[in-house]
């Protein structure tokens, strides 16, 4: 079956480095997306992977290794805006967005 | 950014009840999604709309049914629920089915069913 996994929760102090990591089973596989939500908003895009390495944007950057089923977005710097639920999603090979549980993330001063 | 909207943002209705939630999307898009956020569960999709045509219904209970009279318009009509369905229904778009497109999500229809 397919299937995403990543951490509940986690907690990270301001102004520290957080990684979010998410392993993935899919039948067939057409990219990696990060989304982040707040709490009664919508999710909102932060990066898509399709080959391996990182892909760095501004304060986040996000990694893909496809032979191992595995992805990690990379917070720096982090602020107290940061807390959020972060959503982890394969595209399978329909092109269908197959979704993590998120991982609520909670920033301490 | 207001690129996908949602109305209402909360709804509470009785289980015989009919009502609908609306999406629209102003991105010229021509893929339209509805998916189910409950807590601490993983989104669900319900259907998939592409150019209008339903290309997606992952067995959905028949009490949902959705609606796409345009590429910028997506319905869902909703009657006689359970209060299992008390959930954030979320709309998304994206710029078509079939290929490595991001999906833009509206800010959802947070539903209870009494």
């Known amino acids: 079956g397919q299937n995403i996994d990543q951490p509940t929760e986690m907690t990270a102090t301001e102004g520290a480095i957080v990684q979010i990591n998410c392993t993935y089973q899919?039948?067939?596989?057409?990219?990696l997306f990060w989304y982040q939500q707040h709490a009664g908003e919508a999710p909102t895009f932060l990066s898509y992977?399709?080959l391996d390495g990182l892909e760095e944007k501004g304060r986040f950057s996000s990694f893909l290794s496809r032979s191992k089923g595995y992805s990690y977005l990379l917070l720096k710097e982090l602020q107290m805006k940061d807390s959020a639920s972060y959503l982890c999603a394969a595209m399978d090979s329909n092109y269908q967005l197959i979704w993590g549980a998120g991982t609520k993330l909670i920033i301490k001063p | 950014e207001t690129g996908v909207t949602q109305t209402p943002r909360h709804l509470v209705m009785g289980m015989t009840n009919k009502k609908s939630l609306k999406c629209e999307q102003h991105?010229?898009?021509?893929?339209m999604y509805w998916y189910k956020q409950s807590a601490k569960k993983p989104l669900e999709l319900m259907f998939v709309?592409?150019?209008?045509?339903?290309?997606e219904n992952n067995s959905v209970p028949s009490r949902f049914s959705p609606e796409c009279p345009n590429s910028s318009h997506l319905f869902l009509h909703l009657h006689t629920l359970q209060p299992e369905d008390s959930a954030l229904y979320l709309c998304?778009?994206?710029?078509?089915?079939?290929?490595?497109?991001?999906?833009?999500f509206g800010p959802g229809t947070r539903l209870t069913v009494l």
């Open positions: 899919t039948s067939g596989f057409n990219g």
């Open positions: 709309y592409n150019f209008k045509e339903q290309t």
């Open positions: 992977n399709v």
């Open positions: 991105l010229g898009h021509n893929a």
């Open positions: 998304a778009s994206s710029q078509e089915m079939g290929t490595a497109n991001t999906q833009y």
